[in-house]
């Protein structure tokens, strides 16, 4: 569907908590429009907006989807967003790039971890906002009740523009209140619905929510106050004209609703989209830097030079890489040369799409605030601006958010190293909350993500897709070694063969130093004990020795060495002889020196609300946590501790758990120090054991 005016687009996020409904809410409003010929449902495992196999297989939304639907010769753009708080970011990707919410509640449930969360983003973007009620139909299920509690969460504001005929199962159909017309629904009809009477049981509830919904509109405006006083009343075109400038301004938050399974209300609900939230015209500005550097709106102007945001990747072993944009300024064409500011390159736009899911149908061009999809693009990737090149511009994204789980994975095949980069890589293209990397402390290849289920999921692409099998373990922690006190330490080397032998002899004294400071090698020779040239091979065999551990195979920090005295052959010492007896007298000294194990400890701060802390501050201290104090903003609690790094490794799903998934939290490196005797204990007898099966 081609549209040539913005006023003709609207935008709509599909937000929520999971399993409010929204993937089933996508293909009733679809089948509404005319798109596709019956009512798929999420359990068939065929819908539209939950294509990839993996959404398929768990029968949960992971990514970002996007589809649309012709309305009254509007086209509305729907993004179609998954629930699971661990998926946010998407979330968060499908609000930046649409020009309203439409945030689905559960009518039974009321509002949840993720309802919140789109709430507050929302209102950080000056996002507009549409409550749909879903599951009208089941039980417990009552407009009244689902307001006032919505109501108690996020204030009086929330208005319904729409009441249900019937009630529970026994839900048939929606009574709009802006135009006083009320639909009839047969179950699992066509989602269109057919002009009915107001019947004379809903009448009462009728007139009650119309006349709470003209007061609500009326104090939104002075003018529109002034005329209620007088008259009594507004009419039809100011009530709606009205709400629509409410709405936009988050004055208002209308209720809409439906039983998206049985097709009741969808018909309704676009009709609702289209009167009441906003096009990209009346949103008018999106948030941009220009190319000096600073913030800036840009203005969605139809006529002005084009301005393109990357809001998501799609990535397919067979169709390869898809680009989701929206246009923010201009008209884009296909086929043209565009400026990608971020990359700092050219970058050819071939062959425009109107999406639908993961197909696309060639389109020559969008206009500004529409939305679609290109294939191939060489350089782009999600959050980059696409621009003229003499008007270059990058439009406001993201800000990443950090990991909240890592894994350590490797191959199941010794050869597939390399694969699983490029492969993770295409992941990544795709997914840009996931993050790779090589430990340079434990040499182990990380994998890292918003949780543990991303990790699951992006390691069963990695078979899927790619044929690339990992085993996934918790990574290790970079434990340090070092000692408590000085020690003398003697090492000799002496080997005969036949011919040439070898031999070195040296003596070393090692001193604990301050933890921050590097590793210091003192010569103290007078003579010539040990001849000039072979005291750096003495040093050499002390680091590489202290890079491979004494206790527990972790490397050995906070000490310096005195090379004090030693013997040489003539013809049997060697460089590489002076090596071994460097590291037999870091050996004996470490014996003798008080090792010990030091861990690190992760500076935590827990964002979290008050009836919460009790449990948050019990298992803290199980977790040999120390509460460094605690404080208050926005209207939740900030503890803040440091825990032991080996303590926090599962700390996120647990989290997720005690609070139903209503706390976050952060953690930067903060110092090393001591690890408790039985603790060490147990690390020691573990990497005794690692060494032993790895022997056999």
Known sequence: ??????????????????????????????????VVNRLNKVEDGNTITDFDSEEIDRGISIGLAVCFTPWQQHKINLLDCPGYGIFFDETRGAMRAADAALLCINAASGVEVTTEKVWEFAAEIGQPVMIHLTKMDRERAELKSAVEQIRKVFGREVVPIQVPIGVSEDFEGVVDLLTDTATLFAKDGNGKGTPAEIPEAAQDEVDEWKNALVEAV??????????FFEAGELSADELKNGLRQAVRDRKLFPVTLSSSLHGIGPASVLDSIVETLPSPIDRGIFPAIDFGGEEQDLACDPEGKVATLVFKTLSDPFTGKVSLLRVV???????????????????????????????????????????????????AHTGNTLCEKDSPVRLA????????????????????????SESLARLQEEDPRLHSRRDAETGEFLLAGSGQLHVEIAVAKLKKRFNVEVILHPPKVPYRETIRKPAPGHGRHKKQTGGRGQFADCRITMEPTSGDEEFEFIDEIFGGSIPQGYRPAVEKGIQEAAKRGYLAGYPVVGFKVRLQDGQYHDVDSSEMAFKIAGSLAFKDAMAKAGATLLEPIMKVEITTTEEFMGDIMSDLSQRRGRPQGMD???????????????EMLDYSPALRSMTQGRSSFHMEMSHYEEVPRQVQEKIIAEAKKEKEEEHH
């Open 1 to 34: 569907m081609q549209v040539d005016s913005p006023d003709m687009i609207r935008n709509v996020a599909l937000t929520g908590h999971s399993d409010t409904g929204k993937t089933t809410l996508a293909s009733a409003l679809l089948f509404a429009g005319g």
């Open 218 to 227: 009326a104090e939104t405006d002075d003018a529109l106050l002034e005329k």
């Open 329 to 379: 300024s201009g008209r884009l064409a296909s086929d043209t040369p565009y400026w990608n500011f971020q990359q700092e390159t050219d970058e050819k736009v071939g062959h425009l799409m109107a999406m639908q899911g993961k197909t696309g149908t060639a389109v020559p061009g969008l206009v500004t605030g529409d939305i679609g999809g290109v294939a191939k693009l060489k350089h």
């Open 397 to 420: 994204w993201l800000d990443p958010r950090e990991d909240a789980i890592a894994f350590a994975i490797e191959p199941k095949s010794k050869g597939d190293e390399e694969k699983i």
């Open 632 to 646: 208050s903003k926005n209207g939740s609690q900030v503890v803040s501790a440091t825990v032991p790094l080996a």
